[in-house]
């Protein structure tokens, strides 16, 4: 590694820091919590209607996992508490990293593709990701994740009795359930491949810069 190359530089901002790590929190929790949910009833539908018996767009059954197996692993009680706690840690967080963001122009900076580069903050210049991962996490940001909003409030009796047409956006509950579950294959694919890359471009340095919000920059 060179001398130039091993200079601490200015990576993450204080608000890009403070949200990923209450993200991560969140996401974990809406995670586990949302599988306890599934595993007490483990068959997905298209449509507006859904009960066990009814013809499935998947069923656990079929991987070999029967109904009263999942229920044994899946403690309903337990995944609502905390889905529906962090669920509303989780929006908060994104609005406020959203604000924060849009107010310090950190997408057009350093996701947006074909900008300026940016510009030098404390000396030394903070680097713009890569086109494809920028686009990820843009997609991760203003995509998935609103979605997964949308199709969360839409299985919820207390927000669709206010604004019925959340169920008719999807063509009924039971797809935006289906659909909920899809988006949360999406959410686990997106954190496997966003582990592997900070493992693969240095572990330690990358997350001593998402607290420390410096560190030397991974070789080409
Ligand atoms: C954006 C905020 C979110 C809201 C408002 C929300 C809301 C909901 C609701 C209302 C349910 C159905 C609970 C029930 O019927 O008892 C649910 C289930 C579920 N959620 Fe979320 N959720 C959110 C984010 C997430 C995230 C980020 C993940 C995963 C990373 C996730 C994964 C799941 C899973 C796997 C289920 C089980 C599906 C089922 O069997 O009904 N959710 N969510």
Known sequence: MSEAAAQPVRRHGLNVRI???????AVGYLLV???????????????????????AAFRLADWGISWEQAGAWGDRRWGRNYHFTFAWVFVLNGLV??????????????MLPGRDPAPAVGGAPTPRYRTAQGISYLTMIF???????????????????????????????QTARTIHVILTAIFV??????????????????VRSMI?????LPQE
């Open 189 to 206: 694919l997106f954190a496997l491949v966003h582990v592997g890359q900070v493992i693969a471009t240095g572990f330690l340095r990358n």
């Open 33 to 55: 919590s949302g599988v306890h949910i599934f595993l007490d009833f483990p068959e997905l539908y298209w449509g507006k209607v859904g009960f066990r018996g009814h013809p």
């Open 212 to 216: 420390t919000g410096r560190a030397p």
């Open 19 to 25: 949200c990923h790590w209450i993200n991560v929190i």
């Open 97 to 110: 990293y959203v604000a924060w963001s849009l107010a310090r122009r950190h997408f057009r900076r350093r």
């Open 143 to 173: 995509v998935v994740t609103p979605l997964m909003f949308l199709t969360g409030i839409a299985q919820m009796p207390a927000f669709t009795a206010i604004a019925p047409w959340l169920i008719d956006l999807f063509g009924g509950r």
